[in-house]
């Protein structure tokens, strides 16, 4: 199983950028790393999904480094609405059982004005 | 739009009693599964299908049921041996497809034992 680490929690301020880092030093080949977004008493919704290098889409970025043993997820002059739980999953979605895909207890980003 | 609902948004059941949760989905994904999240924690999962009439368990089944009768829907079943159901639960679904995106979510069902 692909285990990650990321911080429990996260403080910044509006306008500023945000890094989370996750840590998967288990890693397998054919793993993706994904990240997905929580809000209270919502379920999680998809932010971005990447392989190695650098993935980009309007609301995030995601770093990559080559050994993929951990990942960094990028966002830009965040602002209130960015409070949330971000959850970083690592694992082969389409093809592994889901057992096999692991939530952990995520990082809680708490924006102030 | 094609997406997910759970239903119903709030539950309450008394000691002893049984209840259903449903899901419905209208995306075609072939795999869906059940999660229940706690206060403050992340998600587990109870049980998981990827085909229809066939089903896994998660890591905390115990006192749970559920059914995959028809692709759309994946209802789960909190029975009274379940000791402690208070709890947010999410439903998801995938598909195979290694372009797709992972897990899309249902807006959760939270059930309060009374």
């Known amino acids: 199983l692909a285990k990650t680490t990321q911080p429990i929690s996260m403080d910044s301020y509006e306008g500023q950028e945000v890094n989370i880092t996750c840590s998967h030093n288990?890693?397998?080949?054919?793993?993706?790393i994904t990240w997905y977004q929580q809000f209270p008493s919502q379920g999680p919704r998809f932010i971005i999904q990447?392989?190695?290098t650098k993935v980009t889409n309007e609301v995030a970025s995601l770093f990559i480094p080559a050994d993929r043993k951990s990942s960094t997820l990028s966002l830009p002059r965040v602002s209130l609405s960015d409070t949330a739980v971000y959850y970083c999953?690592?694992?082969?979605?389409?093809?592994?059982?889901?057992?096999?895909?692991?939530f952990g207890s995520g990082t809680r980003l708490s924006i102030r004005p | 739009d094609g997406g997910i609902t759970q239903s119903p948004k709030y539950l309450f059941r008394k000691e002893g009693q049984n209840v259903t949760l449903s899901c419905e989905q209208n995306?075609?994904?072939?795999?869906m599964y059940w999660y229940r999240q706690d206060p403050g924690q992340g998600l587990r999962l109870i049980y998981y299908?990827?085909?229809?009439?066939?089903?896994q368990k998660g890591d905390i089944a115990e006192g749970y049921s559920v059914s995959r009768e028809k692709k759309e829907s994946f209802p789960l079943t909190v029975t009274s041996a379940q000791k402690n159901p208070t709890a947010f639960y999410l439903c998801?679904?995938?598909?195979?497809?290694?372009?797709?995106?992972?897990?899309?979510f249902g807006s959760g069902t939270r059930l309060t034992v009374v």
């Open positions: 990447g392989y190695k």
């Open positions: 995306l075609n994904h072939d795999a």
């Open positions: 299908s990827q085909i229809v009439n066939d089903f």
């Open positions: 288990n890693i397998a080949t054919n793993d993706y």
């Open positions: 999953l690592v694992g082969d979605i389409a093809h592994s059982s889901a057992s096999k895909i692991i």
């Open positions: 998801a679904s995938s598909s195979g497809d290694t372009s797709g995106y992972g897990y899309t």
